[in-house]
């Protein structure tokens, strides 16, 4: 069993970051890869990002590739994601979630896969 808890969520400005913290604890499973969403009413989870746990590799959805960052402290059991210039559309919960693999194209994971809590993101204008 994974638990996965996110922090760091909060008000931001236009044009502000955001670090946000995925605490991984339990048993990983390999290979590990931990996924961020976001959610906003209404509208399906959306794919941002993702790290591979064992060698750090990362991939990144079109719309974000350049001003979010997903990375992964092992020693600290931890996985990021950072947010840059961020806009009011950003506002949304944002989700990390573990999985052995994910669909190619929609990133939906496949098989037993974990999820966090979310963490709330709102951007001002």
């Known amino acids: 069993q994974v638990h996965l808890e996110e922090s760091g969520g909060g008000v931001v400005r236009t044009g502000g970051s955001l670090r946000l913290s995925c605490a991984v604890s339990?048993?990983?499973?390999?290979?590990?890869?931990v996924a961020w969403f976001r959610q906003t009413p209404g509208r399906q989870r959306e794919f941002l990002g993702l790290?591979?746990?064992?060698?750090?590799?990362?991939y990144y959805a079109d719309s974000v590739k350049g001003r979010f960052t997903v990375s992964r402290d092992a020693a600290k059991n931890t996985v990021f994601l950072g947010l840059n210039r961020l806009q009011p559309e950003d506002t949304a919960v944002y989700y990390c979630?573990?999985?052995?693999?994910?669909?190619?194209?929609?990133?939906?994971?496949?098989?037993?896969?974990?999820w966090g809590q979310g963490t709330q993101v709102t951007v001002s204008s």
């Open positions: 979630n573990a999985a052995k693999d994910y669909t190619a194209g929609d990133y939906r994971p496949q098989g037993d896969n974990y």
């Open positions: 339990g048993r990983t499973f390999n290979p590990f890869l």
């Open positions: 790290v591979n746990w064992n060698d750090g590799t990362t």
